[in-house]
């Protein structure tokens, strides 16, 4: 259902509404159904009287909606329970029984993902509509989340559990664009950029008890973003042997040296500092997810010559590096990048890098947490336009030669890999973005 209303009153307003009522048969009988109303509203205010004494604003629009959607990604007929075949067993030597198990569990009670947001916005364009202004604040909540990820203990004797409806995550930022245009005889340009501030996502459910889920070097925990990394925070570099003897035994090994990593004493089983480094003492030491994120664009040109270009780029993401030549040679055989040459040794007693090979300098920790940060040159090219009594004389009516670029350069901090690599166990390893360069015509006949 839809409905609209144009102007209320002597008020420039708009308001739309609407409501679905979607099935998924990935639902009981029960909860195959939803119901997601959405509303939407706009001021024009450009248009109101009052407006009429200010000539520089041409437009000037405030905007607020909110909505509620839903989610059915999940496997089908989860609702009922089903068995798996071919799980024969053993009777004696000779005989096998066909036999079938319960390896998973149902979830009959299963229902939609929902998904609500708010927004509120601002539009504004100055000087005859050169100067476009955008801006946007955004929430969105997901509620009833068909999660998965549960930890299985292995008295259940299933292998793994239906989705449930056990989790919430909230998404919150603000969204600015600005764009401006300009004529000047014959040079003409267009300027734009997009900023996006993103707050940290934040899961702020997971269902009954709130249990935490701890995958490898990843941790799902409310209050923290969703898959936050997880590990041990790093002290410094123990220089002495009675650094050593006098710090919290490092997951009680006797080998710890001169040269290694010092691990902090966060906690311990009681929740306080216990004088031991082991599982206790890890906290989230980075987010996988940006918190900026923006770009920047222009055209141009001048007579017959014109230049754009492409910038893109994120901010404060952070990533493990720990699997490409950025070990200290934990095991004495693999290859390490070139900065390990400033490693800590008896004649270089670094406070940056421990020893090359030693002990427990491999744990992921905050050591291994890069800044992923970045800003690239995407696209740059340059042409020129034949003027057209020139193209004529050679029978076209157009002509143009240019040049360009891709991913020509690129500003970060990141030093031997690229800074979009993907997330993931190994993915520095992943071939990076090619630059290319193209040269040109075009010929219009």
Partial sequence: ?????????????????????????????????GTFPSFSTGWNIHRESFMSGIPMITALKLRGSWGLSGNDR????????TYNTGLDYHIGTSTIIPAVALTSLANPTITWEKVEQYNIGMDLAILKNKVFFTADAFNRKSSDILYTNFPIPNSIGVTNLAAQNAAGMINKGVEISVNYRENFKN????VGGNVTKMADN????????????????????????FNAYFG??????FQ??????????????????????????????????????????RVVIGNPFPRWI?????????????LSFVL????????????????????????????????????????????????????VSDFYIEDMSYLRLRNLEVGYTMPVNLSKKALMKRARFFVSGQNMLTFTKVKNFDPERQRGAGTDQNVPLYKVFTAGINLKF
Avoid at 211 to 223: C, L
Avoid at 232 to 237: A, H, L, Q, T
């Fill in 232 to 237: 041990y925070k790093v002290d410094g570099i």
């Fill in 312 to 363: 893109q780029g994120i901010g404060k993401i952070d990533r493990i590096m720990n699997s490409n030549g950025q070990l200290p040679m934990v095991d004495d055989r693999n290859n390490s990048l070139a900065y390990w040459i400033d490693r800590w040794t008896p004649e270089n007693p670094s406070t940056t890098l421990p020893r090359l090979g030693g002990v427990n300098n491999n744990v």
């Fill in 202 to 225: 934040q899961v702020t459910d997971l269902g009954p008890g709130g249990e935490e889920t701890i995958g490898g070097n990843t941790i799902i925990r409310i209050g923290q973003p």
């Fill in 187 to 190: 040079f003409k340009f267009e």
């Fill in 240 to 281: 002495t042997a009675e650094e050593v003897a006098s710090a919290p035994k490092q997951f009680g090994s006797n080998l710890t040296k001169p040269g290694d990593i010092r691990f902090a004493d966060v906690s311990g089983p009681q929740g306080v500092p216990d004088g031991i480094i082991d599982a206790n003492d």
């Fill in 74 to 81: 999940i496997g089908n007929y989860i609702y009922e329970q």
């Fill in 294 to 306: 923006y770009n920047a664009n222009a055209n141009l040109s001048y007579q017959g010559v014109d």
């Fill in 1 to 33: 259902m839809e409905g609209h209303l144009k102007k209320l009153g002597n008020h420039f307003l708009h308001v739309e509404f609407n409501i679905r009522r979607d099935g998924s048969s990935k639902f009981g009988p029960e909860n195959r159904y």
